[in-house]
């Protein structure tokens, strides 16, 4: 391909003053603009073809090049969203009959992958008990991250929970038989087991529940988890208790509750490879929703594993 031409068309430079001056675009908008056409100018220079006799099938052999020479899809939507905005105002000119940016798209961006912490560091986080932090604060946090890493409950599902199963109950743990009942997406409910470190965190938290909150217990929620207040957990600020914690428990990054989600699901497919089994744990409508776990290489944790899940097989008091 040639060098590009620093020197923007006629045509160019007037949609560059369009969108300047009477579109008021920010400064760096019209800068990165100017490069996205400059590219659009080279490419056609090299077609030999003018700006205005540019042809669908010259966009779409131009996005292939880029995606040949690993130009991400987000990078190259970029470009085509400017070429797109260049040949929309060519046509509003009467310079061109129609888009030929318009029905071409990039490639997908391949979807990243979900951050799941190691065993060791999923483990340290459910087994740390904090000296400083207040008991009841402690207890009804390790009782959370034990649900969370232990069950692979969604955050919605976790607030949800109540003490004991009701009406009005989205969610609640039966814990004779050691069960979750939980509200998923689409209002569907679905059981899940939960192993016996979570069972002894929610026994230890359940016991200093009422401690430590208004005098007027009649009207405290019925919720699992609650604050100070008597009223139930809002998401953020579980997700600012997980974070604290997990820095307190000494992991390198703070830790989200979808993290500790994820880490369940990967960890039960790296031991048991039963996706299926993992889709009807997590509650996915759809296995595709489950086949991202298939991409995680957790080969070094297998060593790590001989049950299904490094938290279910451990007796009370170990």
């Known amino acids: 391909m040639t060098n590009i031409d620093p020197a923007p068309d006629a045509l160019v430079q007037r949609y560059l003053d369009h969108v300047r001056f009477e579109k008021r675009l920010a400064d760096r908008t019209v800068t990165l603009y100017t490069l996205d056409l400059a590219k659009l100018q080279a490419n056609a220079a090299h077609a030999g073809v003018s700006l205005t006799d540019v042809q669908t099938s010259h966009v779409r052999r131009w996005v292939a090049q880029m995606h040949s020479k690993e130009r991400s899809g987000r990078g190259i939507a970029l470009i085509l969203s400017g070429w797109r905005g260049f040949y929309t105002w060519l046509g509003s000119e009467g310079q061109v009959a129609c888009n030929p940016v318009l029905d071409v798209h990039a490639p ?8 799941a912490l190691s065993v060791d560091d999923a483990v340290q986080l459910a087994s740390f008990h904090s000296e400083v932090t207040d008991p009841w604060l402690d207890a009804r946090d390790a009782a959370m991250v034990e649900m969370l890493y232990g069950g692979g409950l969604r955050l919605a599902e976790l607030t949800g929970l109540d003490v004991q199963a009701s009406s009005t109950a989205q969610g609640w743990v039966d814990m004779q038989s050691a069960q979750a009942h ?22 230890a938290w ?18 699992l988890f609650m604050g100070r207040n008597g009223t139930r957990l809002t998401p953020q600020s579980i ?42 744990l997590l509650g996915h409508a759809n296995i595709s929703t489950t086949q991202i776990y298939t991409r995680l290489d957790f080969g070094h944790l297998a060593k790590a594993y001989d049950a299904a899940h490094p938290r279910a097989h451990i007796k009370p008091g170990k």
């Open 239 to 280: 997700w600012q208790r997980l974070k604290k914690r997990s820095l307190q428990a000494g992991l390198a990054a703070p830790v989200h509750p979808h993290m500790l989600r994820h880490s369940f699901a990967s960890h039960i497919l790296q031991s048991s490879s039963d996706l299926r089994g993992v889709q009807e």
């Open 182 to 203: 939980v509200l998923g997406k689409g209002n569907k409910r679905r059981i899940v087991p939960v192993g016996s470190k979570s069972i002894e965190a929610l026994q």
């Open 206 to 223: 359940l016991a200093v529940r009422s401690q430590y909150v208004p005098a007027a217990k009649a009207n405290m929620q019925p919720a």
């Open 108 to 115: 997908k961006a391949i979807k990243p992958l979900p951050k």
